[in-house]
């Protein structure tokens, strides 16, 4: 082989070197360069060089990541037995941590998620759960969190999804429901006819004491009867009907009583005896 076949061979050997260490991460990658087993420093985004043979390149991903939690049976503090799923959103914050520190990070978040989720709900009654979302979620974020910070992990969101409870349960809270239901209906109209009888009471008062709102109100009583297209007869008194009649009951009152002609005849046979 003459020089410049092995000036091409030489070449194309430094060619193939130079490419085969070129490396290309994304703007939401990063490389953990390895030289000779140990970590030597963290590459990236962009284009960059590592030695061939000698340095490896683990890449990793920074984006948001999501753990769907499946259905879980766990009991709560009021002993009833439930179904849960959730889903847990975490980032990646230090990459060097979450590829020396655990084994599979991922599985790791899951396995820590699903057991805080379970402590959490055993530890609220049935109605917390279901009226205390935000306060769970916050408090099993702030828990897998605490775990998971060594990792270079941090747990962004944590939010249950479903959650099923018995047959059994459901029908006692609809009948709850519905007898709360039931009892505010009555409250509400219990407290409406207290309100329409205390204003009745203040307009009968007004009307009783101005006698020309009386007449006022049985002028509008006759314009609504009349509107109304029946075949109706009303027979419609004075408005002083009423004291007239009282009038002419106090002056009978006071008249001299006579007796009947019967009467004067059985009183004239009982003297005769």
Do not use: H
Request: charged share 25%; glycine share 4%.
């Amino acid at each position: 082989m003459t020089a410049m076949g092995y000036s091409l061979v030489l070449i194309v050997l430094v060619l193939y070197f130079l490419l085969a260490g070129l490396k290309i991460d994304r703007e939401y990658q990063r490389g953990i360069i390895y030289r000779l087993g140990r970590v030597r420093r963290l590459r990236g985004p962009g284009l960059y060089w590592i030695f061939p043979g000698i340095e490896q390149k683990v890449q990793v991903d920074l984006r948001l990541r999501t753990v769907n939690i499946e259905p879980q049976e766990t009991v709560t503090a009021d002993s009833v037995t439930i179904r849960v799923n959730a889903v847990l959103y975490y980032r990646m914050i230090d990459p060097v941590k979450a590829i020396n520190s655990v084994e599979s990070y991922r599985d790791a978040v899951y396995q820590i998620a699903l057991t805080t989720l379970r402590n959490v709900i055993g530890q609220n009654l049935l109605d917390d759960v279901l009226q205390n979302r935000d306060r769970i979620n916050f408090n099993v974020q702030q828990i897998v969190d605490e775990v998971t910070e060594p990792w270079g992990i941090v747990i962004e969101r944590v939010e249950m999804k479903d959650v099923e409870i018995p047959l059994s349960m459901q029908r006692a809270m609809a009948k709850e429901a519905e007898a709360v239901r039931e009892k505010r209906a009555r409250r509400i109209k219990a407290e409406a006819e207290l309100e329409a009888s205390e204003k009745l009471t203040a307009a009968s008062r007004m009307i009783s004491s101005s006698p020309a709102a009386l007449e006022l109100r049985r002028l509008q009583m006759l314009a609504e009867i009349g509107t109304e297209n029946n075949t109706t007869t009303v027979l419609m008194l004075p408005s002083d009907f009423p004291v007239l009649a009282n009038r002419l009951a106090d002056y009978l009152g006071q008249l001299p009583v006579t007796s009947s002609p019967v009467e004067r005849s059985n009183a004239g046979v009982s003297d005769q005896e």
